[in-house]
């Protein structure tokens, strides 16, 4: 149900939001000044980190010997910030630079070691569960402020080095706790945002469950209005013999059978019933309508016109309606924009219930495949890590005689960047699909000029990348 076009859309909406705000987190380089300060600030920066990944057993050298008693702690080597550190490359360069250092805090690691399991933090940071990667850096701060850069052995072997100078100590201190602050950050909105493209999508799919919920719940409005009808106490003919084709319609006999849609309310509770004033203002329209008064006076009648009638009704009521988008805007700030797209899934399961055998189930499913259920998280995490790879191909071939590179706006370059990902990690997509979806949604969601703009730089790019043998797809 949920295909590409709608996926791309969610990535480019998330990524926008994420890169908008995101901190940048690097491993600080190494100061131009040769200052003795700045220097020495840098050793024990590089220092503090290293040991971090020493104290947790993460081997940080190609040669190294193990430390006593340190490197077999399951909570440390499920650290989220250890991880992340381990992995970075600069990390790595860093670690074959300062391994003579590195062996050098040994004794002062297996003390600090020591001390850290025995703290108060270390206790309240073993009984926590799914701890986030802010509560996680946080904790190795904590161990920084409370008990490394207080450690005697520590201290004594940074002062006995060549280069030490107080300023230089205080400074690294405060360069590495910047450092794990911005980790801290950045991976958590980093997690953050990719949680939330994961929720939106599975909102997209509530959405579609909760339009094909709608037409059952009108129906059983429309029962009790003419059970109520029958029963007044002055009940006329018509009251008392009405005609029921509207709520014997085949299509919500179709949809209150679906094996799926009932699975589906059953693990996600929803309902139209907590918004009666809603209910009741569709269905009068509904039975208002051109549409209605055609339908009840056909003399054909089948599960065809049944399934179109409904088709007709939302094409033309219901899909339109002020009304519907201000509830759904209420109930989801993820549904602000979904309605039109999921919309057409809607229409397009009533079409499949008119040719649908009984008993079939006919909403559709989540993902078309496992393929398609991995693509917008995998298109969010390469673009994020390739970001600014490839926003340095945009600003080489933006003309600068129309554009100012600096002041493109953000949107175009957010999806621009989305769209290179795809180009360059999903060989299956056609060249012109991607270029055609990305123009499509530079169209509805970002400048009037966008489209023509993005087809301009992309078509640049493709022919560089094409070139370079990067890009080998037509």
């Not at 909760?210 to 106490?233: C, G, M, V, W, Y």
């Not at 009648?301 to 409904?310: L, M, P, R």
């Amino acid at each position: 149900m949920i295909n590409r076009v709608l996926i791309r859309i969610k990535v480019v909406q998330m990524l926008y939001s994420y890169l908008l705000t995101q901190s940048n987190f690097n491993i600080e380089p190494a100061p131009e000044s040769v200052s003795r300060d700045k220097k020495f600030a840098y050793t024990t920066y590089v220092n503090l980190l290293l040991m971090i990944l020493k104290l947790a057993g993460a081997k940080v050298t190609y040669k190294e010997r193990a430390i006593p008693g340190v490197g077999d702690n399951k909570y440390f080597s499920a650290s989220r910030t250890i991880k992340i550190l381990a992995s970075d490359s600069q990390i790595k360069e860093l670690a074959a630079k300062y391994a003579d250092d590195v062996e050098s805090l040994s004794t002062a690691i297996s003390s600090i070691y020591d001390q850290t399991v025995k703290s108060s933090a270390y206790r309240s940071y073993i009984r926590q569960k799914n701890i986030s990667i802010s509560e996680d850096v946080e904790f190795w701060i904590t161990i920084i402020k409370t008990i490394v850069e207080k450690n005697p052995e520590f201290v004594s072997i940074l002062r006995n080095m060549p280069e030490f100078t107080n300023a230089g100590f205080e400074q690294g201190i405060a360069m590495a706790l910047n450092t794990l602050k911005k980790l801290g950050d950045t991976r958590g909105m980093f997690i953050d945002a990719k949680n939330s493209l994961s929720k939106s999508l599975d909102k997209a799919y509530e959405l579609y469950h909760s339009l094909l919920l709608l037409p059952i719940e009108l129906t059983h409005l429309q029962e009790i209005r003419l059970d109520n009808a029958r029963n007044k106490f002055l009940a006329t003919h018509e009251d008392l013999n009405p005609s029921t084709r509207f709520v014997d319609n085949a299509l919500v006999k179709i949809l209150e059978q679906d094996k799926g849609l009932e699975a589906f309310v059953k693990e996600n509770p929803i309902s139209w019933n907590d918004n009666p004033i809603l209910l009741k203002s569709l269905l009068d329209k509904i039975l208002q309508s051109q549409i209605y008064a055609d339908y009840m006076a056909a003399t054909e009648c089948g599960v065809k016109e049944d399934c179109d009638f409904w088709r007709a009704i939302y094409k033309q009521i219901i899909l339109p309606s002020d009304e519907i988008a201000e509830a759904l805007e209420a109930q989801s700030v993820y549904w602000n924009d979904d309605i039109d797209t999921i919309g057409t899934f809607v229409l397009k399961t009533f079409k499949r219930a008119a040719s649908a055998t009984p008993g079939t189930t006919v909403s559709l499913p989540k993902f078309k495949d496992e393929e398609d259920a991995r693509f917008g998280s995998e298109l969010f995490v390469t673009t994020v890590e390739h970001y600014d790879e490839y926003r340095g191909y945009i600003d080489s071939f933006v003309d600068t005689r129309q554009w100012d590179s600096e002041r493109l706006a953000f949107m175009d370059v957010v999806i621009m960047c989305t769209a290179i990902s795809e180009l360059l990690n999903y060989p299956a997509i056609p060249i012109p699909v991607t270029m055609n979806e990305y123009i499509e949604i530079a169209n509805c969601y970002s400048t009037p000029r966008s489209g023509q703009f993005i087809n301009g730089v992309l078509f640049s790019i493709i022919n560089h990348l094409k070139s370079e043998g990067k890009l080998l797809k037509n």
